[in-house]
């Protein structure tokens, strides 16, 4: 890029947030269970290049006081706002430069975590091969990479719709004006197509799922010309180069995702210490678009496969509750139905790991450290454990594990610095509390993007600062709903005053959102 290019990052800002599976937390958690030693999030460096505005890189920061975090970024817009973002939330601990990734040197020292999000498929080969080399020369000895690309063979039905915005706009230049033909050309051509065949239907599923999407996403992920897809094993033939071997995905452990029937058969065949083999086999089976890679040093012994004792050093959580069966499921006595994210139901007899569903549910977004977790649920079973209890807690660790390779259990070294019990002076998150006096979406404990119901809530959350208790709570709330109504402004359908019973409930919807510090 020349010094008179303008950088499409700051013609077009891309959204900045928080992304949970790129989390130091998650990271060490998903190598210790491959037998790798990670450093503490307590005590670590991270660097993030294509931090943008820091929307990923701040929270963490603010939760680590103790470590230190490096952003870097070519756009010279998001770097500005990273700054102004990091000086209002007086964090001292991290640093963001506008720099161009080609010119990243030994200079910034060792990091143990690397994060590179939505950048390796839109860049040049020659940043691609920077990005890798940063890995090998920056790593700790001990460190872990991340990197995010998109994947083949599940993006060659997405660039069927691409090739045709990108013909459309090959001639159009302005952001906005490119985004509005591209639309309105996929949707023309989808239209004439022949929805029977192979290529209308990609086309109209394209046309569907970008109805959602935002113009700003669309115009940096599907109109970037230079894009493009890579299988798994070019990526680590590549950081091969650079003494880097595959560690796991950060969608650990679903390892089968989609696969069914003949398909979970030919990937049970594959040994689990053919890890690369396995993962390249359900991309293939599955046609998996995008690619959430970890990556550690080539030298690392890495312990494959995970087994019934597997998840007793760890902290667990799950976001779940009991429901009534639905048409067709197991109604038989004994089985409880419990539903799971994205509306995922499993129908569970097993005493005690229905005691641990329950207990998970009531606790959620917190974590229960396992051993804890078993105690607490043999204490909720009683006598129903039977004159086996050994075997009994041998068949739940089995069918704990069944539910964690399903993707539905929530795995930590240590368990996420949140309650959702309210103590008597309620501390939200001091990033939340920042957050929500400019935006409706907010970054919970969890490391997610969780919404806030309105301007009430938003205030609300900024009152949770440790000082308060119910009743000044209630005062000051009310403060601000007189001063609203009393300004003029039109304010819709603003509540005039909030009583006791709903500053209640604000406190356990906070709560449940994971924005109370423990």
Not at 457 to 469: A, I, N, P, S, Y
Request: glycine share 8%; proline share 5%; charged share 25%.
């Amino acid at each position: 890029m020349t010094e008179t290019a303008i950088n499409p990052y700051d013609a077009v800002a891309y959204p900045g947030h928080a992304f949970a599976q790129t989390h130091p937390a998650r990271l060490a958690t998903i190598a210790h269970l491959h037998g790798l030693e990670a450093a503490s999030p307590h005590r670590m460096r991270v660097l993030e290049l294509g931090c943008g505005r820091g929307g990923n890189l701040l929270p963490m920061a603010a939760q680590y006081p103790q470590s230190d975090f490096v952003g870097l970024d070519l756009s010279g817009s998001a770097i500005a706002r990273a700054r102004t973002a990091q000086a209002e939330l007086g964090l001292g601990n991290i640093a963001f430069h506008h720099r161009d990734i080609l010119e990243v040197g030994e200079e910034l020292g060792s990091f143990d975590y690397i994060l590179v999000h939505g950048v390796y498929s839109w860049v040049p080969d020659i940043v691609r091969e920077a990005i890798l080399a940063v890995f090998g020369r920056l790593l700790t000895a001990r460190g872990i990479a991340y990197v995010s690309y998109n994947a083949l063979p599940g993006c060659r039905l997405r660039d069927l719709a691409r090739d045709v915005m990108l013909y459309a706009t090959r001639d159009v230049h302005e952001p906005e004006e490119r985004v509005r033909v591209a639309r309105a050309a996929l949707a023309a051509f989808a239209e004439a197509s022949d929805g029977e065949t192979f290529h209308g239907a990609s086309l109209r599923q394209r046309l569907r799922q970008l109805a959602d999407t935002p113009d700003n996403v669309l115009y940096h992920d599907d109109l970037n010309p230079g894009a493009r897809a890579f299988a798994l094993h070019e990526v680590l033939d590549a950081a091969a180069r650079h003494g880097l071997q595959f560690l796991a995905e950060a969608s650990f452990p679903n390892q089968f995702g989609a696969a069914k029937g003949p398909a979970q058969a030919m990937l049970a065949g594959i040994p689990v210490e053919d890890a690369v083999h396995r993962e390249q086999t359900l991309d293939l089976l599955i046609g998996r678009a995008f690619r959430e890679t970890l990556l550690c040093r080539q030298d690392i012994v890495l312990r494959r496969g995970i087994g019934r004792s597997s998840l007793q050093p760890y902290h667990l959580a799950a976001s779940t509750r009991l429901v009534e069966p639905g048409e067709g499921e197991d109604a038989r006595p004994g089985v409880d139905r419990f539903e799971f994210d994205e509306g995922i139901r499993l129908s569970v007899d097993l005493p005690l790991c229905k005691a641990v569903l329950r207990r998970l549910g009531q606790a959620w977004p917190a974590s229960i450290a396992f051993e804890r977790l078993v105690a607490l649920a043999v204490a909720d079973v009683g006598a129903e454990t039977g004159s086996d209890p050994a075997g009994e807690i041998g068949r739940l660790e089995d069918a704990l594990l069944a539910i964690f390779r399903a993707g539905l259990l929530d795995v930590r070294l240590e368990a996420p610095p949140l309650t959702t019990t309210v103590s008597e002076r309620p501390l939200a998150s001091p990033l939340a509390r920042w957050q929500a006096t400019t935006a409706r979406e907010v970054t919970d404990l969890r490391h997610r993007m969780v919404a806030l119901d309105g301007v009430i809530v938003r205030k609300f959350v900024c009152l949770l600062d440790g000082t308060r208790d119910e009743a000044r709570l209630l005062a000051d709330l009310n403060a601000f709903l007189d001063e609203a109504h009393g300004s003029g402004a039109d304010v819709g359908n603003l509540l005039r005053r909030a009583t006791e019973e709903e500053i209640a409930v604000h406190l356990k919807d906070v709560a449940r959102l994971g924005l109370l510090q423990a």
